[in-house]
């Protein structure tokens, strides 16, 4: 494990988030510190709340090409619309591109089509939901939340890694940005001992709508430390930020039930705005090069993955859930794609 100036178990008590909500603000990136002009960035989800602000982020420190990939094209396209007053349209340009990550068809069809482009040097995974009613996806029939926020996300990283490794030098990777939560360290996480792991998912008894999404994003800093034992930074960075608490649409499920109420309520007292939030995905997009690989970012410092990460028994269940992963992704050959990028 990395030295961290805290460690994993303190960093993800509730009273070190409190802390960092109230008392610690991100240091904001300029384009005095970073320019990135003519780079190619994609934001996932980047129509609203953090995404957006991510987007208006990257756009200041001078992308030359910033496509918003968002599963509502006219949402998009109204996006785009308020994003212009924050472009220079001599050297900048905004397209918006289709991406629903419920559907694996609309995440390969969007990978093929990053192929067309002349660079690729960024791209910022940022979508996600947080359902409150357990729904199976109809394709995949997995639980929605598992396949949007975990498997889809997998799905996208892995293939857009040879991608990006086509589109960049060993000295000059380029980076993948997986958005993450403080949530992370605090499922109960009650399936971690069921096998088959993601079929556990699957099965409305084990569904807890207060756990899942904390679950959702475990998973992901799992599959992350597994990722990058198996491909190097020289194919591309690949990191993942926590934005804090933030005052975003991403709990709408909730609207209109108490619990919503309340959630709001706290949400008021406790969260940063979606801007600040955003700094944070920021910075984990153009600094900290090869060193960020694999790490958790938080506040402009590389900090602590969840505990268990690092604990024999995640260790254990990041391997059942890569097996797990790369079975479920047989379809895009998923396993053929990591072996060919294990060395550069």
């Not at 109204?78 to 990550?101: C, E, G, M, N, Y």
């Not at 402009?300 to 604990?311: D, E, N, R, S, T």
Request: aromatic fraction near 8%.
């Amino acid at each position: 494990m990395p030295e961290f100036d805290v460690t994993p178990e303190k960093r993800a008590t509730f009273r070190a988030f409190f802390h960092r909500q109230f008392f610690v603000v991100p240091p904001q990136v300029t384009r005095k510190d970073v320019n990135i002009e003519g780079k190619t960035v994609i934001i996932t989800g980047s129509n609203t709340g953090i995404g957006f602000e991510t987007a208006k982020q990257i756009l200041a420190l001078g992308a030359s090409l910033l496509i918003l990939a968002v599963r509502d094209e006219a949402k998009g396209e109204a996006a785009k619309k308020t994003l212009a007053a924050h472009v220079d349209t001599a050297t900048q340009q905004l397209d918006v591109w289709l991406l629903d990550l419920s559907s694996v068809d609309s995440v390969t069809k969007f990978v093929e089509r990053t192929s067309s482009l002349e660079r690729l040097d960024i791209v910022i995974n940022n979508a996600g939901l947080s359902k409150t009613r357990f729904t199976l996806n109809e394709a995949t029939k997995h639980e929605e939340t598992i396949q949007v926020n975990y498997l889809s996300c997998a799905l996208l990283t892995i293939l857009l890694l040879p991608v990006l490794k086509s589109k960049n030098s060993p000295d000059q990777p380029g980076r993948i940005v997986l958005v993450n939560s403080d949530t992370a360290s605090w499922p109960k996480f009650k399936e971690r001992n069921l096998t088959p792991l993601l079929a556990a998912f699957d099965n409305e008894s084990n569904f807890d709508r207060g756990d899942r999404y904390f679950t959702s994003k475990l998973l992901c800093q799992l599959f992350l430390s597994e990722l990058t034992k198996r491909v190097p930074a020289t194919v591309a960075i690949v990191n993942a930020p926590n934005p804090g608490l933030c005052s975003t649409g991403l709990q709408r499920d909730l609207d209109g039930t108490i619990a919503g109420f309340i959630f709001n309520i706290f949400k008021k007292l406790v969260a940063r705005t979606a801007d600040v939030g955003a700094r944070t995905i920021t910075d984990a997009a153009v600094n900290h090069g090869t060193g960020s690989h694999g790490q958790y970012l938080e506040d402009g410092k590389i900090q602590p993955l969840a505990p268990l990460v690092y604990k024999p028994e995640g260790l254990k269940i990041a391997e059942q859930l890569w097996k797990e992963t790369m079975e479920d992704l047989k379809f895009a050959k998923a396993a053929e794609i990591i072996d060919s990028l294990k060395s550069r």
